[in-house]
């Protein structure tokens, strides 16, 4: 078990660019899902076989056992943006974001889950493998969590 963090949750120092085609298919995963669940429709076979179909099956199982986890374990329910608006909430965001960079920044990326979920570390650690289950079938994530980027002043010698 691990201590929450009192502190503010990590900024996202990198301008958030127009999403990666591996970020709008977690994206429509999650809205999908979500959107399954309040309609009272078991959201697996159709959600999990959409993203099967454009990736591998090993993909498709670990975002299920990984939106499964964030839904079980989550403080509150995932809140989605509608779709038609092409915003992204809040939620969407720490999600993709989180899975983004778990491989490369894992600390990062578990405190951006810690306001979602009661076990952010292992939730990390199923967005960790499916990042790279996405990347082994062709659908790489960026990480757009870490460092600001180092100042372009020159140094006067």
Request: charged share 20%; glycine share 10%.
């Amino acid at each position: 078990m691990t201590a929450r963090r009192t502190e503010a949750s990590p900024l996202i120092r990198r301008p958030l660019a127009a999403p990666w085609p591996a970020e709008r298919l977690l994206y429509l995963g999650i809205r999908g899902w979500v959107s399954a669940r309040r309609q009272g429709v078991a959201p697996g076979a159709a959600v999990g076989g959409a993203i099967a179909r454009r990736t591998s099956p090993r993909a498709a199982a670990l975002f299920t056992a990984w939106i499964q986890a964030v839904e079980a374990g989550g403080l509150r329910p995932i809140e989605i943006s509608c779709a038609d608006c092409g915003g992204v909430s809040q939620d969407e965001q720490r999600l993709v974001i989180a899975c983004g960079g778990a491989p490369v920044a894992f600390d990062e990326a578990q405190a951006l889950l810690e306001p979602l979920v009661r076990d952010a570390q292992a939730i990390t650690l199923l967005g960790r493998s499916l990042n790279f289950a996405l990347a082994q079938a062709g659908w790489r994530l960026p990480c757009r969590l870490g460092p600001a980027p180092m100042s372009t002043t020159p140094t006067l010698h």
